[in-house]
């Protein structure tokens, strides 16, 4: 597990991304967080483990860490803000507001982008194997899955067979 995480370290370096480094490789996460989701996937718990923050050069693209998810971060969107503008579309639909929130109720946000239009990467949490899926607008919760779990992603995205 350390290795992933540190080739990926020297992959966000090569790729000139922000990268601040969990100096105590330890998470703490807000206990409206832990309620909304009570398991985390080991090993995207890794990666919280050993990052707390990480921006593109361009500052479009950022994975969500742990200060997102406590909302003690700087950055202008908050971890779930796909989620908050889909309920906004919902608005005086009872029955689309829930299916919005049963949706995302076990997608959990793990990157944001504004490069090309909103979109986003989660793992679901209902999937056997933690899958990752894409979702974007219009629709965030047409997503797709994009690989069967975190680390094929990581994998996926340092050799290039996606690009975010």
């Not at 990467?121 to 997503?143: C, N, Q, V």
């Not at 899955?145 to 340092?158: G, Q, T």
Request: aromatic share 16%; glycine share 2%; net charge negative.
């Amino acid at each position: 597990m350390e290795d992933i995480m540190s080739r990926l370290k020297n992959w966000f370096m090569q790729q000139e991304w922000k990268v601040i480094i969990n100096p105590d490789k330890s998470v703490k996460l807000s206990s409206a967080f832990t309620k909304r989701y009570s398991t985390m996937d080991a090993e995207y718990f890794t990666f919280l483990k050993s990052f707390q923050r990480v921006i593109s050069n361009d500052e479009r693209t950022w994975f969500l860490c742990a200060n997102e998810y406590n909302e003690i971060s700087d950055l202008a969107f908050k971890w779930n803000e796909f989620e908050l503008l889909s309920l906004e579309a919902a608005q005086g639909d009872d029955e689309w507001k829930g299916e919005i929130e049963a949706w995302w109720k076990h997608k959990l946000p793990i990157i944001m982008s504004v490069k090309n239009g909103y979109s986003f990467y989660a793992i679901d949490l209902d999937s056997e194997t933690s899958a990752i899926i894409k979702g974007e607008e219009p629709e965030f919760e047409e997503a797709e899955i994009v690989a069967k779990d975190f680390y094929e992603f990581l994998n996926m995205l340092m050799s290039s067979k996606i690009e975010i």
